[in-house]
């Protein structure tokens, strides 16, 4: 795995993997279930993955969209490449929704709906509760 993987919590944050992806949480939840979609490549630009890691996106972003449809009931979702600290091809992924969801013992408000995203606003997970939102989230994905 990447440096930038391993920076989320590789393996802790891992709630799902395919074979050129991983789907991790996000350990700064913005929205509940924000998630990082990280290429397995070491690819720092978005062009440079292989045409197969291009052609499971559309798998993992569909597997996404299903499991955080049923934990969270977004009404729409971000995906924002910024890159701009971590170098190697993700995504940070967000449900976005009016008003705040729980889960895992967890209640985070979507302080920038239904504009931008506030990522300053977000809850940062501590050592209890990644593993439980981890594991909340793995159930989802199966």
Not at 20 to 26: F, K
Not at 39 to 65: P, Q, R, V
């Amino acid at each position: 795995m990447n440096a930038t993987i391993e920076k989320f919590g590789f393996p802790a944050t891992l709630v799902a993997e395919f074979e050129h992806w991983v789907v991790l949480l996000r350990p700064a939840q913005p929205t509940l279930g924000a998630l990082v979609l990280a290429a397995k490549s070491d690819a720092t630009a978005f062009g440079d993955l292989s045409a197969a890691a291009h052609a499971e996106l559309k798998a993992a972003t569909s597997a996404i969209e299903t499991a955080l449809g049923k934990a969270v009931g977004y009404s729409k979702i971000n995906y924002l490449m910024l890159m701009m600290v971590d170098p190697h091809v993700h995504f940070h992924v967000l449900p976005r929704y009016d008003g705040e969801r729980s889960g895992a013992g967890l209640t985070v408000a979507d302080a920038g709906w239904p504009g931008q995203p506030d990522l300053g606003q977000a809850v940062k997970l501590d050592d209890a509760q990644i593993p439980a939102l981890t594991g909340w989230l793995k159930p989802y994905f199966a």
